[in-house]
């Protein structure tokens, strides 16, 4: 069965400090995986999927087969990133539904 | 880009009385819905998959008389909480799948509901 872990509740940096959203998956099969993110009293919204290899916002993930990782990634947080970011992998069937994580909510300090 | 809408965006009900919410595809057709429930400062929590013309499919230790889900047509899909109780209090958010999109899932602003 699918799972994905996001090992970190919390994680609180500095304005302007790299920031790494750790993802870990159990995947069978080519993994897909995505990085959701829900800024306060905003709906959830698709941030990136590795499929795509693109940058939105400035942060990255990369698929990382041989550690099953997909961490998001930004070299400068901004205050403006503090948000709650899921990551998570879609349905392989029909009928079946994506997985999430638990989230991690990044807080970017002044 | 694609759009869900929820509605109503809040209720406050009474224990013991019933509460329907929306979930329509604005721009898309979607075979596939999701209702999520969001406990404060937590992650989503998936209650039910809701494919178009068939019986909802709820996650285990969700009671399905208790959250009666209808998806009658390819834009929309409806949780009625029925006999809602002070712990049904929660946000509700529904996501839509567009099968035309490689699995992109697009999610409503979320409802409030609160039961007093």
């Known amino acids: 069965a699918q799972r994905v872990t996001q090992p970190e509740k919390l994680l609180s940096v500095f304005k302007g400090a790299p920031v790494e959203l750790k993802c870990n998956y159990s995947y069978s099969g080519s993994p897909e995986l995505f990085w959701y993110v829900q800024y306060s009293r905003q709906r959830l919204q698709l941030l990136l999927r590795h499929i795509s290899r693109e940058s939105i916002k400035g942060f990255t993930a990369d698929l990382n087969k041989g550690e099953t990782s997909f961490h998001l990634k930004k070299p400068f947080a901004q205050e403006e990133d503090s948000a709650m970011y899921y990551c998570a992998t879609p349905p392989k069937d029909y009928g079946q539904n994506f997985v999430f994580g638990p989230g991690t909510r990044l807080s970017v300090l002044p | 880009g694609a759009v869900v809408s929820q509605h109503p965006s809040w209720v406050i009900c009474k224990s013991g009385t019933s509460v329907k919410i929306e979930c329509r595809s604005l721009?898309?057709?979607?075979?596939?819905m999701f209702w999520y429930r969001q406990f404060p400062k937590q992650s989503l929590m998936l209650m039910a998959t809701?494919?178009?013309?068939?019986?909802?499919?709820?996650e285990q230790g969700v009671e399905k008389d208790k959250f009666l889900i209808n998806h009658a047509s390819l834009t929309l899909s409806t949780l009625t909480v029925t006999s809602a109780h002070p712990e049904d209090s929660s946000f509700y958010i529904c996501?839509?799948?567009?099968?035309?999109?490689?699995?992109?899932?697009?999610f409503g602003p979320g409802t409030r509901l609160t039961v007093t």
């Open positions: 721009d898309f057709q979607a075979t596939t």
């Open positions: 996501s839509a799948l567009d099968r035309g999109s490689s699995y992109e899932q697009y």
């Open positions: 809701s494919n178009e013309g068939s019986k909802a499919t709820y």
